[in-house]
């Protein structure tokens, strides 16, 4: 069905398509740096830089893991990207727009679910050439206001594309009847 075609959803197509790459982007730019490796290490394991030595081994292994993580969330954004291509287009109801918002939803829901894992696992990355007894695992499962928060929303988007999709769905059958 076509409405009102969105100006701003023009231009918001191209510019969240370039947010999903700058975030890949700027994940492999910090764990390529020297300079600023330390800091994200820290940021996703939750170990302290004392205990591990940063080698181009380990370093690439953190970004291996984070990338899993940073990738999801770039598919959620090249899946915004297509929303907005469509509102551009003006296109505002149709089957596929419940789908988009679930597939934006469940990326929401796997970035934040994917936190303890990613920690975890670059924990182990940061620390497995230390000597057995000194190698370690870091898992938190505490969520700060901003993990709650991608968590709930895509939780929330999930069931909005459930409801767009029914409501579709009550509108094409309720359109054959007349």
Not at 58 to 64: E, S
Not at 107 to 125: D, K, M, R, Y
């Amino acid at each position: 069905m076509m409405l009102y075609k969105s100006p701003i959803s023009l231009w918001m197509s191209p510019i969240t398509k370039l947010l999903g790459v700058a975030l890949i982007f700027v994940n492999t730019l910090f764990w390529f740096m020297p300079d600023l490796a330390h800091s994200v290490a820290i940021m996703y394991s939750g170990i302290d830089a004392s205990h591990y030595t940063l080698t181009p081994s380990n370093r690439f292994l953190g970004w291996l893991i984070s990338s899993l993580q940073v990738s999801v969330l770039s598919y959620g954004f090249f899946t915004v990207a297509s929303i907005f291509q469509d509102f551009a287009n003006g296109i505002w109801f149709a089957d596929s727009f419940s789908n988009k918002i679930k597939r934006f939803g469940i990326s929401l829901l796997i970035f934040s679910l994917l936190s303890p894992v990613v920690q975890a696992l670059t924990g182990l990355a940061l620390t497995y050439s230390n000597p057995v007894t000194q190698r370690m695992i870091s898992i938190s499962f505490e969520i700060d206001g901003k993990g709650m928060i991608i968590l709930l929303v895509g939780i929330l988007l999930i069931f909005i594309g459930k409801v767009i999709a029914e409501a579709t769905r009550l509108a094409d059958e309720n359109s054959q009847i007349i």
